[in-house]
């Protein structure tokens, strides 16, 4: 059974950090992409970022230079280090795991940013 668990989300003020983590089990998780998604009340879910095994990241252009993606896979977790979170980075993010037709989710961790 594929399981993938967020955590990390919380209140944070303008300008400041959180780094979510998503814990999965039941993958080959080398070979999935995974990737962080979020969405916003009354908006679609929209892409974050994505890595591959090999450590092949992209980005919405919204967050560059602001969020960074990792993976250890070792540990079949992926991060998101967000930084200069602004009060449009509200949202549920929700982990990932792509593999050609497969999609698995995660439940979501709430990030608030308000001051």
């Known amino acids: 059974q594929v399981q993938l668990v967020e955590s990390g989300g919380g209140l944070v003020q303008p300008g400041g950090s959180l780094r979510l983590s998503c814990a999965a089990s039941g993958i080959i998780f080398n070979i999935y992409r995974m990737g962080w998604y979020r969405q916003a009340p009354g908006k679609q879910r929209e892409l974050v970022a994505v890595?591959?095994?090999?450590?092949?990241?992209n980005y919405a252009d919204s967050v560059k230079g602001r969020f960074a993606i990792s993976i250890d896979n070792a540990k079949k977790t992926v991060y998101l280090q967000m930084n200069s979170l602004k009060s449009e980075d509200t949202g549920a993010y929700y982990c990932?795991?792509?593999?050609?037709?497969?999609?698995?989710w995660g439940r979501g961790t709430q990030v608030t940013v308000s001051s």
């Open positions: 990932n795991a792509h593999l050609i037709s497969q999609d698995y």
């Open positions: 890595i591959t095994g090999s450590g092949s990241a």
